[in-house]
């Protein structure tokens, strides 16, 4: 079984995010879900901008770091939509990693090391119509492309948070099969 450390979206820790890690707990994994907003979720991606901006985008990755600094080097690192800053961040300089679970989003490889660590398989999960995600495809590709055991999963809609139940914006039969694809990367790590 994986220890994972996982990193919540822009909503901050909701409901569906924990939803999500309990299934995940249910499989027999361990799983860490640091709050990067100290308590605080946010009914709209603009509310939980906001907050970030007055934090500091900054402030809050340093606390998505801290979390990793107790925890022992082998992990897998998951992130939703801003989660993704860290989590990719981590798996591509901390060394160790596992894995990673891209969900949303996907920052250039460039941002963090000339490539992907060797020996370190990724998904990547979003929607093909999700403007955020869109903008994202780019580098989603690239890394797809680049990373010797890489799977990239584009599923239709345009949904940006769709595996969270706790928001408008879930989608229960994507999520499904997210989730079970997931599974198979976390058995194979």
């Known amino acids: 079984m994986a ?8 909503q901050g820790l909701t409901d569906g995010i924990q939803a999500f890690a309990d299934d995940l707990r249910q499989a027999g994994h361990t799983v860490h879900t640091p709050d990067l907003f100290e308590g605080r979720t946010f009914g709209s ?3 939980g901008m906001e907050y970030a901006r007055e934090t500091g985008f900054d402030t809050l990755r340093e606390r998505g770091a801290a979390a990793a600094e107790d925890l022992g080097p082998e992990l897998v690192y998951v992130g939703f939509s801003f989660g ?12 160790g990693a596992r894995g990673a679970l891209l969900m949303h989003s996907c920052i250039p490889v460039s941002e963090f090391g000339e490539s992907w660590p060797d020996g370190v398989p990724v ?5 093909e119509g999700d403007e955020f ?10 890394l797809a492309k680049s990373a010797s055991a890489a799977e990239l999963f584009v599923y239709p809609g345009e949904q940006h948070l769709f595996t ?5 914006a879930f989608d229960a039969e994507a999520s499904k099969l997210l989730m079970d ?5 976390l058995a194979s790590v």
């Not at 220890?3 to 822009?10: K, S």
């Not at 998904?123 to 929607?127: A, D, E, F, S």
């Open 3 to 10: 220890e994972i450390l996982l990193y919540h979206h822009i």
């Open 45 to 47: 991606l603009e509310e």
């Open 84 to 95: 993704v800053t860290i989590a990719q961040k981590l798996a591509q300089t901390r060394p």
């Open 123 to 127: 998904q990547l999960h979003g929607k």
């Open 133 to 142: 995600f869109e903008e994202d495809l780019p580098a989603a590709h690239e």
């Open 164 to 168: 969270d139940a706790s928001l408008d």
């Open 181 to 185: 694809r997931v599974r198979t990367f």
